[in-house]
């Protein structure tokens, strides 16, 4: 099928079922053209929570469909590759989690909500990058807390809000990796340009950041702002969206450290690349076949959503 009968297909299939395509900002160019509805996680899990479709596609990586399915779990929600993981969310495990609270007793666990359904089942908040700042601030001062499983995340809130939190030891591979040296020789190329940066990114190169936030802070700061420049150090698929809302600004996005990748005659091969392999994986074919065979179908443990209900419940409150 062409890409124009895929699509055409997607339209009718979604009537049909009563389906809504729901996108995260860092999706494929294609699949963010197609969808009704486009956002960070907090908005993507706010608008599972409101939607009154019957099926939901949730084009994204693992942990957004299953956050999606827990929130509604009388609804049949699909992510359009199953494979699609996080290596965030893969930094810790339940088991994991309980050792940590086991060692720290007396916690109050606050995960990120990059992490599984079993890993939420064991969490007393949760926490995306839009909100974490403020549910963190309006936590008694004196609440001992475990973060989990960002560091980088877990560090710039309490650098911002003066907490002790402790940190789970984990990273997201494609924010990690965004070049200082590169930033900062950009900077110097793009004196005025301003510097937005997501939380996931290591220390180092949140310091040199003018804006800090989620992608839809960031979208929001880009678009509201009267600069005209911007260096981007989170996934580049963000642009797609920064571009549409700001056609006469400029993008340009942070390239990551050289990679250790060689070729076959030994010769590094020079990344560019700076977008999140796992979010690259949904394709129109896939979405497609989501809605007309029902595969990728999310399946969550009755129990195991129950329990991880609670979490996600409370920050969607806290949020409000
Ligand atoms: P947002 O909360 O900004 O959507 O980030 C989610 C994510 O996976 C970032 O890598
Ligand atoms: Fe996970 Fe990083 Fe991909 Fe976001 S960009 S989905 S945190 S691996």
New binding site residues.
């Given amino acids: 099928m062409t890409e124009s009968e895929y699509i055409r297909e997607i339209e009718r299939l979604k009537k049909e079922k009563n389906a809504i395509i729901m996108a995260?900002?860092?999706q494929p160019n294609k699949i963010q053209e197609i969808a009704d509805f486009i956002g960070?996680?907090?908005a993507l899990a706010q608008q599972a929570a409101k939607t009154d479709a019957a099926i939901i596609v949730l084009c994204g990586v693992h942990f957004m469909g299953e956050t999606a399915k827990i929130i509604c779990p009388q609804k049949k929600v699909f992510v359009p590759d199953l494979s699609a993981g996080?290596s965030l969310a893969d930094s810790i495990n339940a088991n994991d989690l309980k050792s940590f609270k086991e060692e720290n007793p007396d916690y109050l666990v606050v995960s990120y909500?990059?992490t599984s359904a079993e890993v939420k089942a064991l969490t007393d908040i949760c926490v995306?990058?839009?909100n974490a700042r403020k549910i963190i601030d309006m936590l008694p001062q004196d609440e001992k807390i475990l973060f989990c499983p960002d560091r980088n995340l877990g560090s710039y809130i309490n650098s911002v809000t003066g907490r002790n939190m402790r940190l789970w030891n984990g990273a997201?591979h494609?924010?990690e990796r965004f070049s200082v040296e590169a930033l900062i020789e950009y900077k110097r190329k793009y004196p005025n340009a301003k510097v937005l940066a997501?939380p996931?990114c290591k220390a180092a190169l949140i310091k040199l950041a003018d804006i800090v936030g989620?992608?839809?802070a960031l979208l929001n700061y880009a678009k509201n702002s009267n600069e005209k420049e911007f260096l981007v150090a989170t996934?580049s698929g963000i642009i797609f969206e920064m571009k549409r809302a700001c056609p006469n600004k400029n993008f340009i996005p942070i390239p990551p450290e050289i990679s250790e990748l060689t070729d076959e005659k030994g010769n590094i091969i020079p990344c560019v690349c700076n977008e999140?392999n796992y979010m690259r994986l949904t394709t129109l074919e896939k979405v497609y076949r989501c809605l007309l065979d029902g595969v990728g179908e999310i399946k969550v443990d009755k129990e195991v959503s129950k329990a991880a209900l609670s979490c996600i419940k409370k920050m969607l409150e806290m949020s409000k």
């Fill in positions: 995260h900002y860092y960070d996680s907090l996080c909500v990059n995306t990058s839009s997201c494609v924010h997501h996931e989620s992608t839809q996934e999140c």
